[in-house]
């Protein structure tokens, strides 16, 4: 007999509405929430950046920084910029560019980042993750793993980054570039969660494994726009999503479910019409939290250091609409708004350096990168 997961997708590329059943009924809704009144933290301002668009932690305490035309920093704790040659050609407009950049799990003995960015082709610009070794103020080895086998559509890019706990697995979103029904088609790569190899190849056991092409590397399907992937200390998976007018999710992520996209939503149109929320379909997996008004979230880490003990294993999320620095408590399968800061930008990304500082960087031109110490 074949997995019932593979049996579930065929139906999906058949047409039919039928979904992997959820984990869990609808989550928590969270309104229109007040900043917190006083910030625990002291915020230094490190270097500006031209519209930045993601950061991520060296091992040394240096930050890695992508600007969305198609650079790459690499940044000191003490402000010292040095540009990255060798960085592949990106299309860049409107929300598409430069995006998401991570060090592999083994940079420390192999000195491997991982990049997202939307590139030209024939048909319109593709997703690209690719793979390429620091070397000083260079990229070298530069090998592309993954391309979106589909070209064109709008914004929505996702291109978010994630590893797997062991380090084993490379997890990467995709938005559905304003093409909201190919959320649906598992033939392809829109509105998804991937999972990966490190080398861009196809794990055995995926979800859908049997099936040819993007199908068997999906992990999710029904995904809007995500712009947030992180694991909790636990080891769960958490994605963070933007919604129409209302509904941005926080979502348990778990293999071969469909979070729904564009059938269902916790918000509504564009143009004001409904859309069907969660609870009305509960095939869909329902969002464990969801926000109206929206934040716009961006970015997403789990506070794992010493500095600020209040805030372990909480998700600290970005705010592009909220401009401001969201704190999520998360207990098991459930979660929740605990604070909110008033950080005067737009959040674009967020991460947490070796020794527990937290770094911010503004959606701007310029955008400052930001550091966050304890107040005292």
């Known amino acids: 007999m074949r997995p019932r997961s593979v049996l579930i997708l065929s139906g999906l590329i058949a047409g039919t509405a039928l979904a992997v059943l959820p984990i869990l009924a609808n989550g928590r809704t969270v309104g229109a929430r007040d900043y917190s009144p006083t910030q625990p933290f002291a915020v230094q301002a490190v270097a500006d950046f031209d519209t930045p668009w993601a950061i991520a932690a060296l091992p040394d305490g240096r930050m890695l ?3 969305h035309a198609g650079h790459l920093f690499v940044v000191t704790p ?13 299309h860049q407009q409107g929300q598409l560019g430069m995006h ?24 319109g610009s593709q997703i ?28 929505h890019p996702g291109a978010i980054i994630a590893f797997d706990p062991a380090g084993e697995h490379l997890f990467l979103t995709l938005g559905e570039r304003t093409l909201s029904d190919t959320a649906q088609d598992p033939a392809q790569a829109r509105g998804k969660v991937l999972r990966l190899m490190l080398d861009g190849s196809t794990p055995a056991d995926n979800p859908f494994a049997d099936e040819v092409g993007v199908a068997a590397q999906l992990w999710t399907l029904g995904n809007r726009n995500p712009y947030g992937l992180a694991f909790a200390p636990d080891g769960q998976l958490w994605l963070h999503e933007m919604g129409p007018r209302g509904g941005d999710e926080l979502n348990l992520i778990a ?36 926000w109206t ?28 609409a909220a401009r401001g620095l969201v704190r999520v408590t998360v207990d098991g399968d459930q979660a929740d708004e605990a604070e909110r800061w008033d950080m005067d930008a737009r959040i674009r990304d ?27």
């Open 65 to 67: 920084v992508t600007e």
């Open 78 to 90: 003490e402000g010292e910029k040095t540009e990255i040659s060798g960085v592949p050609e990106v």
């Open 100 to 123: 998401d950049v991570a060090p592999a799990p083994d940079f420390a003995q192999s000195g491997l980042i991982y990049l997202t960015y939307a590139a030209p082709g024939e048909d």
């Open 128 to 155: 690209v993750l690719a793979r390429a070794r620091l070397d000083g103020a260079s990229l070298s080895d530069v090998e592309e793993l993954w391309r979106q086998p589909q070209g064109g559509g709008g914004g």
């Open 255 to 290: 293999p071969g479910l469909n979070y729904g996209w564009p059938v269902v939503s916790n918000g509504s149109n564009y143009s004001g019409s409904a859309i069907p929320d969660h609870d009305e379909r509960p095939e869909f997996e329902a969002p464990r939290l969801s």
């Open 293 to 320: 008004p929206v934040i716009a979230p961006a970015g997403m880490v789990f506070y794992t250091g010493d500095l600020f003990p209040d805030w372990q294993g909480s998700a600290l999320i970005g705010g592009l």
């Open 350 to 376: 967020v991460a947490m350096a070796p020794d527990g500082a937290v770094w911010l960087i503004e959606d701007d031109a310029p955008g400052q990168l930001l550091r966050l110490t304890p107040r005292d």
